[in-house]
């Protein structure tokens, strides 16, 4: 691991790599943005762009396959969600779309705001492109606890956002969390476009996994909820399924546990049919199961669980294969995990800023 000085004046919240590994994008509660591009030749990260990009905290962003451009999202405390396009060119897009209104384009450099998602009236938590496969779409979370799902229709101009529907994260019986308490929100789509839509998302302790309901306008519908966490999760990862058999999600909480779910029964794309099962919860309170005729089959399991981190854990993430999982907490180390041949993950190696 070789470090560098990202020249922010605050926390860095987010890192992301584009798809080809090439740039990489971070954000900061200085709220700016910066571009960084290696430089194979002596592999060094170099400053491309920096620029304001919020009003408060910039707490998420991703970056968009390929096929639709070079496109990043960044997400806020200040409630706003924006979508920057990088030109080259320095050509400037004409007007950009908020609130279905029409305001002159900001330039940032190569970098242009080319439209902002306001719907949500609370802090943004995370932002998320969706695969390409399932077109150009985002999703986005904050406190409000809204799962909110954008579409853009026409990928040529990315300008023009529809927002597509609004799920409310909250179990029945539950109340939204005040303000001035801890909190935190996250979610990720399955990468399989063999398998039908799914998205695993986090709401305070709480994860849930949602899927389309072609019995209600193929509107996002709840299938589990997941009681098996013991404090704030602060990120959710899914995991590309590389012809495995099964999915699997891993999470990064507050507890200081690594946890990995093995989830079985999604149905394969384009299979209309569906038997209706009644669902044996085995005796599990852990879980929470809802009438979804869509994956009849739907199952979760904790195959793996580790604190070896011995503080909390803020980040996980897969490589491409899914075959390593890596994680950060504040023990100051990454580390990496590997399936053993029992089922479980292992630690098979640690990275410190020494290393």
Known sequence: MKPFITGHEDLVHDVKYDYYGRQLATCSSDLTIKIFVLNSTVNEWELSES????DSNIVSLDW??????RLIISGSYDGFVKVWEESSSGKQTSNIISNNKQATTKKKGNWQLIAKLSDSKAPVFNCKFAPSFLGLKIGIIGHDSQLRIYSCSDASHASTWELKESYNMIPEGFTQPVAHL???YCLDWCKSKFLDETVACSCLDLLSFLQRDPSNGNALRKIVDLYDHEGLIREVSWAPSMGRSYELVATACQDGFVRVFKITGINSLGNN????????????KM?????QPQSPDFKVELISKNGDHNAEVWSVAWNLTGTILSSSGDDGKIRLWKQSHMGDYQCVSIVTPDT
């Open 64 to 69: 968009c396959a390929p096929e639709f451009g």
């Open 51 to 54: 620029f304001k990009a919020h």
């Open 182 to 184: 801890q909190s935190d």
């Open 273 to 284: 049919e569906h038997k209706k099962k009644e669902i044996e919860q085995e005796n599990n």
């Open 287 to 291: 879980q929470k199961h809802y009438d």
